[in-house]
């Protein structure tokens, strides 16, 4: 997507460097290398924008969002300097540079370090983390708009509304985050059209029995309930009003067991 020449202050804030410093600590160094080796690309020799740069580059791109593309660039040049990380690169030569440095580095890459690194982060002393010994998780799904460009469309789509189509592509995006820290530890996208179910289902081999999943009444459905009791994890969803079943115990509260078959 196209982004606006708007620029950072000629001296950055120091915020700004610690921001990239943060990021450093989330995503180290070791790990960025371990997954571009597990994906084929570890560098043999350093170019002008090395894939090692690349790679933050993209994650800032979501920490900048509104400045153009050479400006982040520079931002994190800047910072590594600035917290002094050598980082063999060339001169910023404009966006076609950049574009063909991150066509080089791929998705792949991208995708096998979120899984090494977006784990749980919350420890035993986490306020708002833990109940009774279960580690809290959330399950849930939204959209974003994207580009309106033919190729997003079609395989993206566009949700219906009121007057024909929407103005732009949408892609629906499912997560399982850790309660308490707000950590995102898996992440389905795909088209509009795909459900929150279905991608739900390829994030519950992340489920651990130590955990107490929470859910709204989107995920209230026996299909999806039945495959999350596999994992062991214990859960806690929210269901329709609609939805009836047989009452095998009532509690004092007013809410009651069901023996399930």
């Known amino acids: 997507m196209a982004r606006t020449q708007a620029q950072l ?11 990239l410093a943060s990021l450093l600590g ?4 070791e790990a960025l290398c371990n997954a571009l080796t597990k994906c084929g690309l570890a560098t043999q020799r350093y170019r002008k924008l090395p894939l090692e ?11 900048y969002s509104s400045i153009s593309l050479q400006e982040v660039l520079r931002c994190i040049l800047e910072g590594f300097d600035w917290l002094k990380i050598k980082m063999p690169c060339g001169e910023i030569k ?5 574009s063909r440095a991150r066509n080089r580095l791929g998705y792949k890459a991208m995708q096998c370090l979120f899984e090494d690194v977006c784990k749980p982060l919350a420890q035993p002393d986490t306020i708002g983390a833990f109940y009774r010994g279960w580690r809290l998780m959330a399950i849930d799904g939204t959209t974003f708009d994207l580009p309106d460009e033919q190729r997003n469309h079609d395989f ?9 189509k929407t103005a732009f592509p949408q892609l629906r995006m499912t997560t399982l985050l850790e309660i308490g820290t707000r950590a995102i530890i898996g ?12 991608q739900g289902k390829r994030l519950l081999p992340l489920l651990q029995k130590d955990m107490l999943l929470l ?3 989107g995920f209230g459905c026996y299909p999806f309930f039945s495959e999350c009791i596999k994992t062991g994890a214990s ?9 009836k079943f047989a009452k095998e115990k009532i509690l004092p509260d007013g809410s009651f067991l069901r023996a399930y078959p």
């Open 9 to 19: 202050a000629d001296n950055f804030r120091e915020s700004d460097f610690l921001t």
């Open 26 to 29: 989330v995503v180290p160094f």
């Open 53 to 63: 740069l690349m790679a933050y580059y993209v994650i800032c791109l979501s920490l």
């Open 94 to 98: 404009g966006r076609g540079g950049i």
């Open 156 to 164: 993206f789509g566009r949700p219906p509304c009121s007057r024909g």
């Open 187 to 198: 992440a389905a996208h795909g088209p509009y059209s795909e459900g929150e179910n279905t």
């Open 215 to 217: 859910a709204d009444r």
């Open 235 to 243: 859960l806690v969803f929210r269901i329709r009003s609609n939805m």
